[in-house]
Every structure is written in structure tokens, then in C-alpha cells.
């Protein structure tokens, strides 16, 4: 029997996606390479934007046929698609589609496959087998990556209470919830003993960890037990949100030497009036005050960020503040969307989208245009300097590659060797806009116990 998932979106689809696969080779599965190898077909959606949502409808029309030839075969929907309140509308127009899951639950299905597995089996013993799927502490890699897989992604707060005006995700995936401290570091330790040597912590608002724990640990707590566990070699977290970000949180990047100094804080626009419009509760000069604050206390630092082009009302005045702020701050990375509508939302109910979708284009490209500049000059400055970098695969023309700490991806060429998971000091001899080319300047130090 064997299984296959089709993944759209962020990171904590991908993780959700990897922990539904570890459960599903618990049932006996196993992982297929093409969707018509497969008994089960999954898609797990994003909903984030029109087109990741076109996306997965145009999918699971891809696999009607496959269902329509093997009646038998499995198709479930995963995701912000589906929502934790369902979407009775889904089912309606999909009826090829046996089971439906929310974000990050994959009960669902487990349920589903255990009733097949043998229809009479004892209840308790149906329940005894789903528990054995979903069990927490050893839901994590799917047995295909386990001892090869060198980075993984470990959700920390799922759902979003914050409710900017744009977003869907509060929504799709429910309220805030911190999972507990022993939980994650549990399951980041399960990954140090499958071969994981980097761990990502991730939240819709990561920084915003405990805060729906009375009395609970925040981010910086969770960062400094995180650090403990033997194995991991770089720990990393994503996505902060510029009010959320404590003098707490700044201290354990500058003092824990396993967390990296990247921070992704997103500032969706340069503009008061725009920022008060998405509801994102703070203002271009609290924004430069956090990024001042993070590069005086870590100078090596790099910050990403996300922008949004074209939201309802935007002037062509206001884009270029937002313009001028990316210039002002040279991000390492900038992440930029169009804005897209979302049904449900407070800008979908109570806002007009009346910037056009040319004109969205354009500061899309003219944005664009100008972080490559940055990043260039950036990644330009490093050629002939020695960094150090996190192996993490090789690519189909083989070379193989990883990160710096501050988030830089780093090529090398040597074929003799296995690097995978080794940290290598790597000479920059060339450098384009996203990304850096070297040679190893030191042999692989030997991954950590």
C-alpha cells in the first residue's frame, strides 16, 4: 500500500504534511514517487491567496480520473482549504474527495484507512491503532527521511488570534494555541535522533508563543530549553511580528550560540495609513525602532520581511514610502505579494479592492527590482570571505548546498564526499542575488552526537 502527498503553501503545511505521512507508514504505507502509485492521494492546501487556492483545485481535477479508474483509491483534502469549522461547499463540489481534514490533523484519515484495514475490528482496538499512528512523540519524519533529512520545520503556536484585516489563516486555522514546552522539545529531540541537525520553529506569530498560557513560558524560554537538546546544531524561528518581538526574545538570539541570526518580521508596508488599514497595530517608526534595536544588540543579523502590494486604498505615494522603507533598511530578503482578496475576511467584508491588477504588477516588479538590487550588493560583499554553512542536500546538477547562519544559500562542487549534515567552511568565489557559490575551505566537521 502505498501513499501520496501533494503540498501547497508555508511551512507549517510542510510540516503537517511530514507528520501526516509518519502516520500513515505506522499504518503500513508507503511512500510513492508518482500520485498513480498510489492507494492514498493527498492535497494539502493554502487558501492564502486566489492562486495557491486555484492551485489545489486544479489538483484534485488532476486525480478525479485516477479515482474514477480505482474506485477503491483514497483522496483526501488537507488544509486551510478545508478549515477547522469544514467547508460543506468543498464537499458539494468534490464529491470524489473521501475525507477532508483540517489544518494540521490528520485523524481524519487515519480513522478512515484504520476502518479499512479491517471493518471488524473492535472499536477499541480501532482506537488503540489511530492513537499508535498519531502518537506525538514519534510523529515527526516519515521513514523515507530519517537519517538523511538534515533541516525540519516544528510547529509551535498553530492557529491566529491577531486577526489582521488581509488574513484568512485566524479563520482557516482557529484560534492561538502554544503547544507545551515538553511536547516540542520532545519532538525536537525525536528529530535530532532521526538525523535532523536543524529545527525551524514556527507560528503564524511565533513570538507571540505563551502568550495564551497564563503565566506561560514565551519564546525565549522555548528557545533556551530548545538549545539543550544534544544534536541540533542551529535552531531557527519564523514568522515574528514586529509588536511581539521582546528584548527577551533579541537576548536569546545574541546570547544561545545555537539559535541563528536571522529574524523574518515581516512589515507588510511602509505607509501609517496602510498599516492602520490591515489592523497590524503599530507604525513604520515602532517598526524601525525594532530593526534598530535587533541590529545594535546582533550587528551580523539579517532580517527578511513580507510586503504587500497593492492593498485596498494604496496611493502610489504611500507605495513609495514603502519603497523608500526597503531602501532605507536594506532588507537581507523580502518577501512580496499582490494583494489578493480572501472571502471572510475584514478587508474582503469592509474594504474596496481598488488598486488594479496592472498596477499591482508594477510595484510587484518595481519592488522586486529593487531588493534584487540590494541583495545583490549584499551577497557581492561576501566574495572572498569564508562562511560557514549547514549541508543540506545535493542538487540535480550536483552540487551540493546549505545555509549560512544568517540565512544565505551557499553552493559548492565536490563529488568525492558526503557533506550532508556537516557544517563546512566555504570561500565565496562568486555571488548573484539569491544565492552565494564557493569551495570547501576546511575538510566536514563530524555532525554532533
Known amino acids: 500500500m502505498r501513499y501520496y502527498i501533494h503540498t501547497f ?9 511530514e507528520r501526516l505521512a509518519s502516520a500513515l507508514e505506522k499504518l503500513g504505507y508507503q511512500m510513492a514517487e508518482q500520485p498513480e502509485q498510489a492507494e492514498v492521494l493527498v492535497v494539502n492546501t493554502c487558501v492564502v491567496r486566489q492562486s495557491a487556492e486555484e492551485r489545489a483545485y486544479g489538483w484534485l481535477h488532476m486525480v478525479r480520473p485516477l479515482k474514477e479508474r480505482r ?16 467547508n460543506e461547499g468543498l464537499r458539494r463540489a468534490f464529491p470524489w474527495v473521501d475525507v477532508f481534514m483540517p489544518p494540521a490533523d490528520p485523524r481524519p484519515l487515519v480513522e478512515f484507512l484504520a476502518r479499512r484495514v479491517d471493518e471488524g475490528r473492535a472499536v477499541a482496538d480501532l482506537e488503540r491503532m489511530v492513537r499508535y499512528a498519531l502518537q506525538d512523540e514519534e510523529l515527526v519524519l516519515p521513514l523515507s527521511e530519517r537519517g538523511r533529512k538534515v533541516t525540519a520545520y516544528v510547529p509551535v503556536v498553530h492557529g491566529c488570534s491577531f486577526g489582521c484585516t488581509f488574513c484568512i489563516i485566524p479563520y482557516r486555522r482557529g ?48 528557545l533556551q530549553t530548545a538549545h539543550e537538546v544534544e544534536g541540533i546544531q542551529r535552531i531557527r524561528f519564523l514568522t515574528s511580528h514586529p509588536g511581539f518581538m521582546t528584548d527577551r526574545i ?17 512589515v507588510q508596508a511602509g505607509n501609517d495609513e496602510v498599516l492602520a488599514r490591515m ?24 532580517i527578511a520581511t513580507d510586503i504587500i502590494v497593492g492593498f485596498c486604498g494604496e496611493t502610489e505615494e504611500q507605495f513609495m514610502d514603502t519603497y523608500r522603507l526597503v531602501e532605507e533598511l536594506a532588507f537581507d530578503v523580502v518577501h512580496i505579494a499582490k494583494y489578493s482578496p480572501r472571502p471572510g475576511t ?24 529593487l531588493y534584487e538590487r540590494i541583495s545583490r550588493r549584499k551577497n557581492e560583499a561576501l566574495i572572498g570571505q569564508t562562511v560557514e554553512i549547514l549541508v543540506e542536500d545535493r542538487n ?51 555532525s554532533a552526537a
Open 175 to 222: 484560534p492561538e494555541r502554544s503547544r507545551p514546552v515538553g511536547q516540542v522539545v520532545a519532538e525536537v529531540r525525536a528529530l535530532a535522533e532521526q538525523g535532523v541537525r536543524e529545527v525551524t520553529l514556527l507560528g503564524q506569530i511565533v513570538d507571540r508563543y505563551g502568550k495564551d498560557i497564563p503565566d506561560g513560558p514565551d519564546l525565549a524560554d522555548l
Open 250 to 266: 533579541i537576548e536569546a538570539v545574541a546570547e544561545l550560540p545555537k539559535v541563528c541570526e536571522h529574524i523574518e518580521i515581516p
Open 346 to 369: 475584514v478587508a474582503w467584508r469592509a474594504l474596496a479592492d481598488d488598486v488594479p491588477p496592472e498596477e499591482k504588477e508594477r510595484r510587484f516588479r518595481v519592488l522586486e527590482e
Open 71 to 86: 474506485p477503491d483509491r483514497v483522496v483526501a483534502v488537507m488544509g486551510c482549504l478545508v478549515g477547522v469549522k469544514g
Open 396 to 446: 540535480e546538477k550536483g552540487k551540493w548546498f546549505g545555509r549560512t547562519r544568517n540565512n544565505k544559500l551557499v553552493f559548492f562542487e565536490d563529488g568525492d564526499r558526503d557533506w550532508r549534515g556537516q557544517l563546512v567552511s566555504v570561500c565565496i568565489t562568486a555571488a548573484g542575488p539569491w544565492s552565494l557559490q564557493g569551495v570547501p575551505a576546511t575538510p566536514p566537521s563530524r
Open 9 to 17: 503553501g508555508c511551512q507549517m503545511n510542510v510540516a503537517d504534511s
Open 279 to 302: 489592523r497590524r497595530g503599530y507604525t513604520v517608526a515602532d517598526y524601525r525602532r525594532v530593526v534598530e534595536k535587533i541590529r545594535c544588540r546582533i550587528p551580523n543579523a539579517s
